[in-house]
C-alpha cells in the first residue's frame, strides 16, 4: 500500500505536485519537513533533492529517507549546475530572502522549470487593515510584529508578474487560494483582491 495520498498533502503542495512529471528530478528550496519531496519521491518516482535551514526539519527528512542538505538560500545556489534539475520549488520562502530577484534568476539557471508559492501583500484585508490602522497588518496569514516578521520584501501577485516580464519569464500556469489554501470562484474573478497565497509555474 502506499504511503501518502493525495490528501495527505496540504492543497498548494497538492497543486504543485500536479505540475511536476513523474519520474523527474526536484530540488525543493526550504524543504521543510519533507512532505511534498516525500509525496515526489514515494508516488511519482522523483529524485528529490532538499535544501533547508532548520535543524529540526532537516532531522524530520532524514527520518523520512530524504536527501537534504543545510542551505541559507541567501548564498544562492551557485554549488548547482545549470539546468541540473527538471523543477525547483519553493514554497513560502521568496518574501524572506534578500534578493528574490536573483534567487528567482538561479532557480531558472538550476531547473528547467519553477514552482513558487507566496502570500499576496495586496490582499483586501491587508490594505484594509493598513488603511484603517496606520499599522503594519497583523493576520493568520501574515501574524508576525513588524520588527519580528521573517518577511523582509512585501510584493503582490501584479508584482511578481512584473518581475517576470522584466526578466522575460513566461508563467506556465497559477492558482491563487484563500488563508486555508483553498480555491474559490470570487478568488478566480479578483485574485490580486481576493487571493492571500498564489502558486505559480514558471519557465524561460
Known amino acids: 500500500m502506499n504511503q501518502h495520498t493525495q490528501t495527505d498533502l496540504r492543497s498548494d503542495l497538492n497543486i504543485i505536485q500536479n505540475w511536476i512529471k513523474p519520474n523527474s528530478q526536484v530540488l ?11 509525496y515526489l519521491k514515494s508516488e511519482k518516482k522523483c529524485q528529490g533533492y532538499g535544501l533547508e535551514i532548520n535543524p529540526d526539519c532537516i ?17 544562492g545556489l551557485k554549488h548547482f549546475k545549470d539546468g541540473g534539475v ?9 518574501q524572506a530572502v534578500r534578493r528574490p530577484d536573483v534567487l528567482l534568476d538561479d532557480m531558472l539557471r538550476v531547473g528547467k522549470e519553477a514552482i513558487i508559492t507566496f502570500p499576496n501583500f495586496g490582499y483586501w484585508r491587508t490594505r484594509f487593515y493598513l488603511a484603517s490602522k496606520g499599522r503594519m497588518p497583523m493576520s493568520k496569514t501574515l501574524p508576525y510584529k513588524w520588527y519580528d516578521t521573517p518577511n ?3 510584493f503582490t501577485f501584479n508584482d511578481f508578474e512584473d ?3 522584466k526578466k522575460n ?3 506556465l500556469n497559477k492558482a491563487v487560494m484563500d488563508d486555508e489554501y483553498n480555491k474559490h470562484w470570487s478568488i478566480q474573478m479578483w485574485p490580486s483582491m ?3 497565497f498564489a502558486v505559480y509555474h514558471i519557465t524561460r
Not at 532531522?59 to 548564498?75: A, P, Q, R, W
Not at 527538471?86 to 521568496?94: E, I, K
Request: glycine share 10%; charged share 20%; hydrophobic share 45%.
Open 194 to 196: 481576493l487571493g492571500e
Open 169 to 171: 519569464i513566461k508563467v
Open 152 to 154: 523582509i520584501h512585501f
Open 163 to 165: 518581475l517576470c516580464k
Open 86 to 94: 527538471d523543477t525547483v520549488v519553493m514554497t513560502q520562502a521568496l
Open 59 to 75: 532531522v524530520s527528512c532524514v527520518t523520512k529517507g530524504l536527501s537534504v542538505i543545510e542551505h541559507d538560500l541567501n548564498h
Open 28 to 38: 525543493d528550496l526550504g524543504c521543510g519537513h519533507g512532505d511534498l519531496l516525500a
